[in-house]
């Protein structure tokens, strides 16, 4: 395998340019002024097809560039964080600049396969469905899912044998259980096991401003859950891969992954982010992004986080919450695209609606659990005989202890401690890991 710092240079610029919104250091949540991110700058290990073969690790948020028709511009204002990505303020469809595939594959470098993460390679699948192996229809790459078996989603030997470097290009949001960064954990897994190249392309985090919730421990590793880091771990997936590597959370040891990182250029972990594109079905908008660290928490609950509706975790709400005092909004949760058969089908779901909540609100609050443990008073005096957490598992764990990393936020609301309480639980080993990842940041805090 040539090493990755014999690759040869080839001067293309392959950039993503993202709107940003500039803070003021006086002033914490300003108006903002527009800036652009360049995502790799001037991408200088293009790897050429005469001595390599590359996979390429992506979704359909793998866009180069920031062309697109009818985008809308990043001013900050509140309106804005509600147009769905997809369509611009008008309600016509966007279409989008280059994909990285086609772009690299003009550029003649040899890509042999395709990995493909949660919700399939062009991100149209329903949550933790199975997504089979499948062809790019225009550029005939097999498609590799690493979803296909419930099981397991490493990668085979069969197809790391198929290339000598990855390549990976991914928009995320930053959470620990939002799964494509354990794609790239398992990834970086198996090319240090096999001696494999990888390179990522570096992309800013919408909520990389912050650190907040507990640790995940090891007893509640799971498929939404794989790493020693709180819930919003405040890093790029660039800086993410270096603490993977250089604190020994792969198997093979520290730095035993031969990694690389091309970061972007004019961000830092001040700015806030507006995507161009939903990096998953039900993140409709840059509102869901900031709320979906505070509302993720009902999934497999007695209330429904709006899966089925236009406004997915940016409301909440439960039949059971019929005829309580503070609960006014309702809505009624249908099978659609990316939500076949949501929570609470046909029924009428009374909750609360977050959707005029001004944004700043939302940054300063960080991850709000006073929507989870107001439900959950809410809901056992009303309906006592209801299970509030839903059913464990065959080990007795309950989904929300996998999202939080611990069984003791859930314990900690059945005793009736407020969301304050908490929260200031975790302060302390939030303080630990900001010093733990500090040498492998990539941008200024």
């Known amino acids: 395998m040539i090493p990755i710092s014999g690759f040869v240079t080839i001067a293309v ?25 360049l995502i790799g700058g001037w991408l200088s290990y293009l790897i050429s097809s005469a001595i390599s073969i590359a996979a390429l690790f992506s979704n359909h948020t793998g866009i180069v560039g920031d062309e697109t028709s009818g985008a809308k511009a990043a001013s900050g204002a509140e309106d804005e964080s509600l147009i769905h990505f997809g369509v611009d303020a008008n309600g016509n469809e966007i ?23 949660e919700h399939g390679f062009r991100g149209t699948e329903d949550a933790g469905a199975a997504v089979d192996d499948s062809v790019d229809e225009k550029t005939g790459v097999p498609i590799l899912s690493l979803y296909g078996d419930a099981d397991s989603h490493f990668p085979s ?30 990834l ?21 401003f912050y650190v907040d919730g507990p640790i995940l421990r090891e007893e509640y590793k799971s498929g939404v859950g794989q790493l020693p880091i709180p819930i919003v771990y ?26 690389t990182v091309i970061p972007c250029k004019n961000y830092t972990h001040r700015t806030k982010v507006s995507l161009i594109r939903n990096p998953s079905p039900n993140i409709k908008d840059m509102r869901a992004v900031y709320l979906y660290a505070s509302t993720c928490f009902f999934e497999n609950t007695a209330v429904s986080v709006g899966r089925g509706t236009d406004f997915p975790f940016e409301a909440y709400g439960s039949p059971f ?35 005029d909540i001004p944004l700043e609100s939302i940054w300063e609050d960080q991850i709000c659990l006073d929507y989870l443990v107001d439900a959950y008073r809410d809901i056992h005096e009303a309906s006592p005989e209801v299970s509030f957490w839903g059913t464990p ?21 059945e005793a009736g401690r407020t969301a304050e309480e908490i929260k200031a639980g975790w302060q302390e080993e939030i303080g630990a890991f900001k010093e733990q990842r500090r040498p492998y940041l990539l941008y200024e805090e």
């Not at 390549?167 to 790239?184: A, C, K």
């Open 157 to 186: 030997e069969e197809s790391m044998a198929q290339f000598d470097v990855l390549l990976i290009d991914m928009q995320d949001v930053g959470l620990r259980y939002y799964t494509y960064y354990i794609s790239m954990y398992y």
């Open 13 to 37: 610029s392959i950039v993503l340019m993202l709107w940003i919104f500039k803070m003021k250091k006086d002033d914490p949540f300003p108006k903002f002024t527009v800036i652009k991110v």
């Open 321 to 355: 919450l019929s005829g309580v005092d503070g609960y006014d909004f309702s809505f009624t949760p249908q099978s659609m695209d990316g939500a076949a058969e949501p929570p609470f089908e046909g029924e009428i779901c009374y909750g609360t609606d977050l959707r």
């Open 188 to 208: 970086m897994e198996a090319c240090a096991s096999a001696g494999k190249g990888c390179i990522i392309l570096d992309r800013p985090n919408p909520n990389g």
């Open 95 to 117: 279409t989008y600049g280059k994909h990285i595939l086609d772009a690299l594959i003009e550029h003649d470098v040899n890509v042999t396969a395709i990995f493909s993460p």
């Open 234 to 259: 405040g890093m790029t997936w660039g800086e993410l891969a270096q603490m993977i590597n250089g604190e020994g959370w792969l198997a093979a040891g520290k730095n035993a992954c031969d990694l």
């Open 393 to 413: 598992d065959d080990k007795g764990v309950y989904w929300i202890d996998k999202l939080t990393g611990t069984d003791e936020v859930r314990r900690q609301i």
